[in-house]
Each structure stands twice: as C-alpha cells, then as structure tokens.
C-alpha cells in the first residue's frame, strides 16, 4: 500500500515505522524537508522524503478519510507490538468508506493492534471527544481510564440478559 504521512513529529515516526516495516511504500512529508529527510533515512526500509504536497500526492487522487490512531500518545505507538494485559490494543475506526475501512483495519493489524468499528465519519468528533477526556483523567487526574468501561457481559445491564443480543453476566 502507498501511505503518504504528513508531519514529521514523534507519531508520524512511531506509525511510519511500523508501516515501513509491514512492507509499505511510505512517503513521509513535511513543511521542512530536512526533517522529513532525516526522518525518512531514520526509519528506513525504503521510507523517502517529501514535501507537504507531495506526501497528499501518494493518496489524494480519489482520497478517502477514515479516522483512528488518536486516543493513544506516541510512545504507545512505538511498542512492537501495543499489548497490555495480555490483550492487544483496540483502535477505534470511523469512516463511510468501506474500501478504505478495509485498507485502515490492514494497517491498524500492522501495528499490532486489533480494529473496532466505531461507526461512520459522522462519529469522528467522539473519538476526538474521547481522546481529550482520557488524556485530562489520565494526566490531570491520575485516572485509570480503562476502569470507566465495565467488561462487555456487564455493559447492557441485567435487563438485557438472556434476551436476543443480551449480553447478561450468563451470554
């Protein structure tokens, strides 16, 4: 696949390093091609350098927007692979485009991560939304934000146990 990343910071570096090495094409561009340069010759693999336009250029003609890769910081990004209690890190994935989920979900697979479908391009505000609140509880507050979410069999409520598509404590 031929990926085109703008921006030249910590997880244009972490993403790209993954793709390069899951045998992408990737093209990293930037406002300062030295950085994009250094970087590109820093990951490797056949990564090259771009400006700005250039890097759209690898994707924009019939280019299509599917939104993930932002609830995490970059460190997470660099782990081979992100797995945390023994399971592998979800990536929640927005966009209309069916072909393009299937492109996203590929590259999500190469980070080592698993997707979760989070619904249309529509829903791209809530992981936004999302990312902002866990940061603010996990930096401001000290939260543990995994522990706002109860496992599935309990998220429905008991009401919905044993009902078709219940997930009760019993599914």
């Given at each position: 696949m031929r990926i085109g990343v703008l921006g030249t910071g910590n997880m244009a570096d972490a993403l790209a390093t993954h793709w390069v090495r899951a045998g992408h094409e990737v093209?990293?561009?930037?406002?300062?091609?030295?950085?994009?340069?250094?970087?590109?010759t820093r990951i490797g693999g056949g990564a090259k350098p771009a400006g700005l336009r250039a890097a759209a250029a690898?994707?924009?003609p019939g280019a299509r927007?599917?939104?993930?890769?932002?609830?995490c910081h970059e460190d997470v990004?660099?782990?081979?692979?992100?797995?945390?209690?023994?399971r592998p890190l979800a990536v929640p994935v927005c966009g209309?485009?069916?072909?393009?989920?299937?492109?996203?979900?590929?590259l999500v697979r190469d980070v080592g991560c698993e997707?979760?479908?989070?619904?249309?391009?529509?829903?791209a505000g809530l992981l936004e939304a999302t990312a902002a609140l866990f940061i603010a509880l996990w930096v401001g507050e000290?939260?543990?934000?995994?522990a706002i979410a109860p496992p599935l069999a309990y998220a429905a409520g008991p009401s919905h146990s044993g009902t078709k598509?219940?997930?009760?404590?019993?599914?």
């Open positions: 093209t990293i561009g930037g406002r300062d091609t030295r950085r994009a340069e250094r970087l590109a690898a994707a924009a927007v599917v939104k993930a890769f932002n609830l990004w660099r782990m081979r692979p992100p797995v945390f209690d023994a209309d485009d069916e072909t393009a989920l299937v492109r996203v979900r590929e997707p979760v479908a989070g619904g249309g391009l529509e829903r000290g939260a543990d934000a995994q598509g219940g997930m009760g404590a019993d599914a």
